[in-house]
C-alpha cells in the first residue's frame, strides 16, 4: 500500500504553508521528514491524516483517500504529548485502541507486551501526569502503535528522551518496519534519519527542497568531504579551484570539494610537499546536505 | 462509524460519572432533597416541645377565658397564662425570658376591648399576629353584639362573595388548567436553565480538556470531529437523565410516602394528577430541543478554548442567552400574552423556553408551535454543522484564545482555502 502525495498544497490565508508537495511512499519503507521549524511537516501530516483539508492536490494510499474507515490501519504519534493526564495508562491506551478498532482484551493484552518490552510494566495502574516525560513519550508511542498499524506516522518521535530510551524506540521501530508497516516520521536529528530512512524529503518553507533516496541523495550532490592530515602547511588549499569549504583541524584540514575529481588534483598537487598520513575522500553527511540546501544549520 | 459514537459516548460517560466532582454534588443534592422531604420534622427537632408561654393581665375580669381558648384554638403551640402580679414585674420576667411575652387587656372609652403586647423583640409575624386577630375577632363580636346584630347575618357579611371566572372562548383554558400548566412550566423552565449551565459547562470543560491535554489531535484522527461532537453531547446529556432520574426518583419516593403530610403543598400546586399528556410531550420536545441547541453551541465554544482555566470567559455569552430567556419566561408566565413573549417565542436561543411557556399558558394555533420547533430544528442543524467546521479547526488552534476573530480562525483552518 504505497501512500502518494501529489501536488499538495495548503495556504492558510496567504501563508502557503505547504507548496506542491509531491511524494512516493513505497510499503515497508521508512520514509524521514526534515526540516526546520514551520517547513510544513506537521501541517504535511495532518493532511495526511485527514485532520486538515488539501488546498490543492490530492493525497492517496492503496489507491484511495485516507478516511474515517480506515482509521484502524493508521497510527499517529503527535508532536506534542496527547494524552488523558488524569487518566491511568491502561484505561487510556484502552480506549485509544477502542477507537482504533480494538476490544479491550487485546489492547490489555498489547499494552502489557509493549509495557514489558520498555521495561516498565509497572506503570500500567499509572496516571499519566505521575510519569516523567520520557516515559509518556513511551505511552505515547505504544498509543500510535497498539493496533498494528499498516501505515504509521511519527512526528519527532525521539524528542525528549535520552539515548538509551531512543536505542529501545528505534528498535521497535525497526522491527514494525519489519513487519511490514510503512513508516513516516520526522525528526530533530539527521543521524536518526540517516540511520533509519531509505527514503527521505527536506522540506524548506513548505517546499521539497531535496527528495529521493538517501544513497540517491548522497551521490547526486556532487560535493564531497576530503580529509586530509599532514606535517606540512595545507593553507594553499584553501584557494585551490574547486575547494568549496575550508576548514583547519588539529592534524590538517578538512575540506569540501565541487566533486570527486577535485580530490585527484589536490592528490597531485600534493605530491613532493612532504609526509601525507591520512587523505580519505567522504560521502556527505546529511547535515551538509541540509546546511548546504536549506541555508542554515537545522540543529541551531 | 457508529460504533466509535458509542465508544466515545461511553468513555464521556464514565469518565465523569466516576469523578469525584461528579459523585459529591450528587450525594448532596440527594442529602438536599431528603431533607426537603423531611422538612417537617427537621423543624420539630429543632424546636422544643413547649409552648410559647404567654403572660396576659387581664384588667377586664372576663376577657382572658374567652380568649385564651380562641388563641390557644388557632394556634396549638401558644399557652395563655393568666399573670396575677403587677404589670412592672410581668415585664422583668418576660425580660428574663421567663414568658415569650405579656398581653395586657382592657377596654377602651366606648367599652370595646384593647391590647398591649410586651415582648423583647417585635417581629411581624408570629405570636402577636395570633393575638391580635383573635382579639379582633372578640372586638367585632362584642360589638355587633351589643347592636343586637344576630350571629346569622355575621356569618353573612363575613362569607367571601361569589365570583366566577368563566373564559367565554371555548378552546381557553380553564383556571385550573392554567394553575397546573403554571406548575410544569415552572419546573421545565428551571430543569432547562440548570440543565443547560451545569451539562453545558460540563461539555465545554471536556472539549476544552481534550484540546488543551493535546488528546484531541489523536481522537479526531480516529473518529470524524461530528462523531465526537455528538457523542460527547449525548454522553454527557445521559449523564444529566441519570442524575435527574436520580433526584426525581427519590424526590417522588420520599414524597409519596409522606403524602399525608405534605397535601394542600407541593403537591396540590403543581397540580400533576390531571395534566394532560400532550403538555408533558412538548416538555419534553423543547427540553431536548433547547439542551441540543445550547449543548451544541457550549461544544463549540469549547473548542475555541486552548486552556481550560478559559472555559468560564468563553461560557459566558451563553450563559447571559440563557439567562435572558430565563428571565423573560419568569415575566411571562404571569403575562403570556404579551407581545415580547410573542416575538421571543420563535427566536432559537429563546424559543424552548418560551414557546413551551406559551403552549402551557395559552390556547395557540398548533402551526404556531410546528414553525417554532422547525426554526428550533433548523437552528441546530446550522449550528451543527458550523460547530463541527469549528470543532475541526478549533481543536488544532492553539495560543491565546481571545473572541469571535478565532471562530473566523476555526472556520478558516477547517476550509479548504
Given at each position: ?13 496567504d501563508?502557503?504553508?505547504?507548496d506542491r ?6 510499503e ?16 504535511t501530516?495532518?493532511?495526511i ?8 492536490g ?7 483517500s485516507?478516511g474515517?474507515?480506515k482509521?484502524?490501519?493508521?497510527g499517529?504519534?503527535?508532536e ?8 491511568k495508562?491502561k484505561?487510556?491506551?484502552v ?7 480494538m ?16 521495561k ?5 495502574d499509572k496516571?499519566?501526569?505521575?510519569l516523567?516525560?520520557?516515559?509518556q513519550?513511551?505511552?505515547?508511542f505504544?498509543?500510535a ?16 528522551l ?27 536529528r539527521?543521524e ?13 518553507k ?8 538517501l ?8 560535493k564531497?568531504?576530503?580529509?586530509i592530515?599532514a606535517?606540512?602547511?595545507l593553507?594553499?588549499l584553501?584557494?585551490?579551484p574547486?575547494v568549496?569549504q ?5 592534524e590538517g ?8 575529481s577535485?580530490?585527484?588534483?589536490i592528490?597531485?598537487?600534493l ?19 541540509f546546511i ?7 540543529e541551531? | ?10 468513555h ?5 460519572f ?6 459529591i454534588s450528587?450525594?448532596i ?5 431528603v431533607?426537603?422531604a ?6 420539630d427537632l429543632?424546636?422544643?416541645?413547649e ?9 377586664t ?38 414568658y ?6 382592657s377596654?377602651?372609652?366606648e367599652?370595646?376591648?384593647?391590647g ?7 417581629t ?5 399576629q395570633v393575638?391580635?386577630?383573635?382579639l379582633?375577632?372578640?372586638?367585632v363580636?362584642?360589638a355587633?353584639?351589643a347592636?343586637g346584630?344576630d ?6 357579611i ?16 380553564t383556571t385550573?388548567?392554567?394553575s397546573?400548566?403554571?406548575?410544569i412550566?415552572?419546573i421545565m423552565?428551571f430543569l ?19 484540546k ?5 489531535e ?8 461530528v462523531?465526537h461532537m ?5 454522553g ?13 426518583g427519590v ?6 410516602s ?9 403537591l ?5 394528577q390531571?395534566?394532560?399528556i ?23 465554544l469549547?473548542?475555541l ?9 468563553f ?7 440563557i439567562a435572558i430567556?430565563f ?13 415580547l413573549?410573542t416575538?421571543?417565542s420563535?427566536?432559537?436561543?429563546f ?10 399558558m ?10 417554532s ?8 442543524v446550522l ?11 478549533g ?9 469571535l476573530k ?5 472556520l ?5 482555502e
Open positions: 500500500m504505497t501512500l502518494v502525495l501529489n501536488n499538495v498544497t495548503k495556504r492558510f490565508g501563508h502557503t504553508a505547504v508537495l509531491s511524494l512516493e511512499i513505497p515497508r519503507e521508512m520514509f524521514g521528514f526534515l526540516g526546520g521549524n514551520g517547513a510544513g511537516k506537521t501541517t501530516f495532518r493532511m491524516l485527514g485532520l486538515l483539508d488539501i488546498s490543492e490530492s493525497i492517496a494510499w492503496d489507491g484511495g485516507i474515517y474507515d482509521s484502524h490501519l493508521v499517529y504519534l503527535p506534542e504529548r496527547g494524552l488523558y493526564p488524569k487518566l495508562v484505561d487510556q491506551i480506549y485509544l485502541g477502542k477507537l482504533r478498532g476490544n479491550k482484551q487485546e489492547a490489555m493484552k498489547e499494552l502489557e507486551g509493549w509495557l514489558d518490552r520498555f516498565v510494566p509497572e506503570y500500567i496516571k499519566v501526569e505521575e516523567s516525560k520520557g516515559n513519550q513511551k505511552i505515547q505504544i498509543s502503535v497498539i493496533h498494528k498499524p499498516k501505515l504509521l506516522i511519527l512526528d519527532e518521535p525521539f524528542s525528549g535520552d539515548p538509551i530510551n531512543v536505542e529501545m524506540l528505534k528498535e521497535a521501530v525497526v522491527e514494525l518496519k519489519e513487519q511490514g508497516t510503512s513508516i513516516v516520521f520526522s525528526s530533530h539527521m536518526h534519519v540517516e540511520e533509519l530512512c531509505e527514503h527521505l524529503c527536506i522540506l524548506h513548505g517546499q521539497d527542497v531535496v527528495q529521493g533516496s544513497r540517491d541523495i548522497k551521490r547526486t550532490f556532487g564531497k568531504n576530503l580529509i592530515h606535517d606540512s602547511s593553507d594553499f584553501k584557494r585551490f574547486g568549496v575550508y576548514k583547519p583541524i588539529t584540514c578538512a575540506l569540501q570539494i565541487d566533486n570527486e577535485i580530490s585527484q588534483d592528490f597531485a598537487e605530491q613532493g610537499k612532504g609526509f601525507i598520513r591520512k587523505f580519505e575522500l567522504e560521502e556527505p553527511s546529511l547535515n551538509d546536505i548546504e540546501k536549506v541555508g542554515a544549520s537545522y541551531s | 462509524m457508529n460504533h466509535k459514537f458509542w465508544i466515545i459516548l461511553s464521556t460517560y464514565m469518565s465523569r466516576k469523578t469525584k466532582s461528579f459523585l450528587t450525594i443534592t440527594l442529602l438536599f432533597i431533607g426537603f423531611n422538612i417537617q420534622s427537621v423543624i429543632f424546636s422544643s416541645d409552648k410559647d408561654q404567654i403572660a396576659v393581665i387581664d384588667e375580669d372576663n376577657l382572658f377565658p374567652v380568649l385564651k381558648e380562641s388563641v390557644e384554638g388557632a394556634n396549638e403551640n401558644i399557652a395563655l397564662v393568666a399573670y396575677e402580679d403587677s404589670e412592672e414585674k410581668a415585664k422583668s420576667a418576660v425580660q428574663e425570658e421567663e415569650k411575652a405579656l398581653v395586657v387587656l377596654r377602651n372609652g367599652n370595646l376591648p384593647e398591649s403586647y410586651y415582648a423583647k423583640t417585635i411581624e409575624a408570629g405570636e402577636q393575638i391580635e386577630q383573635q379582633q375577632q372578640l372586638k363580636a362584642e355587633t353584639q347592636e346584630v350571629q346569622a347575618t355575621l356569618e353573612q363575613y362569607a367571601p362573595v361569589s365570583f366566577e371566572k368563566v373564559a367565554l372562548d371555548d378552546s381557553a383554558k385550573e388548567e392554567l397546573q400548566a403554571r406548575g412550566v415552572y423552565l432547562l436553565y440548570i440543565s443547560v449551565i451545569t451539562y453545558g459547562m460540563m461539555i465545554a470543560q471536556d472539549v476544552a480538556n481534550e488543551s491535554s493535546r488528546v484531541m489523536i481522537l479526531i484522527s480516529s473518529a470524524s470531529p462523531t455528538f457523542a460527547k453531547i449525548t454527557i446529556a445521559l449523564l444529566g437523565l441519570t442524575q435527574v432520574v436520580l433526584f426525581v424526590g417522588y419516593s420520599l414524597i409519596t409522606k403524602q399525608e403530610e405534605l397535601t394542600g403543598g407541593i396540590d400546586i403543581f397540580g400533576f390531571d395534566t394532560s400532550s403538555l408533558y410531550l412538548y416538555a419534553l420536545v423543547f427540553f431536548v430541543l433547547g439542551y441540543l441547541l445550547y449543548a451544541t453551541l457550549a461544544a463549540m469549547g473548542s478554548v486552548s486552556r481550560v482555566e478559559d472555559v468560564q470567559q461560557m459566558t455569552p451563553m450563559v447571559f442567552l430567556a428571565f423573560i419566561a419568569m415575566f411571562g408566565i404571569n403575562m403570556p400574552q404579551a407581545s413573549v416575538i421571543t420563535f427566536i432559537p436561543f424559543a424552548p423556553m418560551l414557546m413551551f411557556l406559551r403552549v402551557g395559552l390556547d395557540i394555533p398548533a402551526w404556531e408551535v410546528m414553525l420547533i422547525g426554526i428550533l430544528i433548523a437552528t441546530i449550528l451543527a454543522i458550523i460547530g463541527a467546521r469549528v470543532y475541526k479547526g481543536v488544532l488552534m492553539y495560543g491565546r484564545s481571545s473572541s478565532d471562530i473566523r480562525k476555526a478558516h483552518l477547517s476550509k479548504k
